[in-house]
């Protein structure tokens, strides 16, 4: 069973920093392919906040791009988001996704931490 375990969300003024972590513990994982940050706001549809490869070529939605920096540390099957600058905008629940090929598989499948809650106020 795969488990993405999300951590690091709060509450922080406007300008202030947060960093987002989302593991991935277990021995059921052969291979992890992208990992990403998604969001999604109240009443409003989950968009990609930022994205990595598991060659580390990064992508950014335009509203966080200079703010935000996703990086992934593949010895721990771990994926980061480093937020600066924050605004009351990015105000949102924040998901963690990954593809992921477990031992058990012959392809890989998409797999959704549980979120994590950040508030930002102005």
């Known amino acids: 069973q795969v488990q993405l375990v999300e951590s690091g969300g709060g509450l922080v003024q406007a300008g202030g920093s947060l960093r987002l972590s989302c593991a991935t513990p277990?021995?059921?994982?052969?291979?992890?392919?992208?990992m990403a940050w998604y969001r999604q706001a109240p009443g409003k549809q989950r968009d990609l906040v930022a994205q990595?490869?598991?060659?580390?070529?990064?992508n950014y939605s335009n509203s966080v791009k200079g703010r935000f920096t996703i990086s992934r540390d593949n010895a721990k099957n771990t994926v980061f988001l480093q937020m600066n600058t924050l605004k009351p905008e990015d105000t949102a629940v924040y998901y963690c996704?990954?593809?992921?090929?477990?031992?058990?598989?012959?392809?890989?499948?998409?797999?959704w931490g549980q979120g994590t809650q950040v508030t930002v106020s102005s």
């Open positions: 990595i490869t598991a060659g580390g070529t990064t």
């Open positions: 996704h990954a593809r992921i090929l477990t031992r058990a598989a012959n392809s890989f499948q998409d797999y």
């Open positions: 277990g021995s059921s994982i052969a291979v992890i392919n992208d």
